[in-house]
């Protein structure tokens, strides 16, 4: 258990709508990552923040937001869902400086 | 832009047969390159983190080790417990802490 907690585990749902994935770190770390994991794509960085502020972006989608709260836990909103978006969604923590992410258990969305 | 290469991308091995893993990478200053398990459905577990060539770690039937260019994961004597998809990944200098990955080698360790 890397301490890294995601809600829920799965998620299955139409063309069109939206969801919210949650992520609550590691007790003490301020940096959360997302990552998207399909078959053909494999492990895609797509947003990380820092202490509530972003810090970095990369391949994510216009149609997906996120962000992260005081209390550190994160949320990744994504919106008018396609069935490529379907694949599995993981968070990782970190401490501020410290370079090690651990990852959670993630959330399957699937899309119909 | 950075990259990661694994090869093979799947292997089989007998219980006791030890072998390695490759991950080649192209990165503009490498400030880490880290060594994931993943189980089929489950999140990536971390095994190690390499800064600088020449450096290795070892956890049980595992070791890592790396170069300028390439990293190896050798498993010694592997069980089918170690069955699983390992993956490299890469975080470049800078301050974001994105990583980059490989699509990983699938690994079979047959009774």
């Known amino acids: 258990d890397s301490g890294v907690t995601q809600t829920p585990k799965h998620l299955i749902t139409a063309t069109g709508q939206r969801v919210t994935l949650r992520c609550s770190p590691r007790?003490?770390?301020?940096?959360v990552y997302w990552y998207q994991q399909s078959l053909d794509q494999g492990l895609q960085f797509l947003i990380q923040?820092?202490?509530?502020?972003?810090?970095a972006k990369g391949n994510i989608l216009e149609r997906f937001s996120a962000q992260q709260f005081p209390d550190l836990h994160s949320e990744l909103n994504l919106s008018s869902l396609e069935l490529g978006d379907s694949a599995l969604y993981f968070c990782?923590?970190?401490?501020?400086?410290?370079?090690?992410?651990?990852f959670g258990p993630g959330t399957r969305l699937t899309v119909l | 832009e950075d990259q990661v290469t694994q090869s093979p991308e799947a292997l089989r091995l007998q219980e006791g047969e030890s072998s390695s893993l490759n991950c080649s990478y192209t990165?503009?200053?490498?400030?880490?390159l880290f060594w994931y398990r993943q189980d089929p459905g489950k999140g990536p577990e971390f095994l190690f983190t390499?800064?600088?060539a020449g450096e290795e770690k070892e956890k049980e039937r595992l070791k890592a080790t790396l170069t300028k260019k390439e990293s190896f994961l050798h498993i010694t004597a592997p069980k089918p417990e170690d069955s699983a998809t390992y993956l490299c990944?890469?975080?470049?200098?800078?301050?974001?802490?994105?990583?980059?990955f490989g699509s990983g080698t699938q690994l079979t360790v047959l009774p």
């Open positions: 990782a923590s970190s401490q501020g400086g410290a370079d090690t992410q651990y």
């Open positions: 007790s003490g770390d301020l940096s």
């Open positions: 923040y820092y202490n509530g502020e972003e810090r």
């Open positions: 990165v503009s200053g490498l400030r880490g």
């Open positions: 390499l800064y600088s």
């Open positions: 990944a890469v975080q470049a200098s800078g301050s974001a802490r994105q990583l980059t």
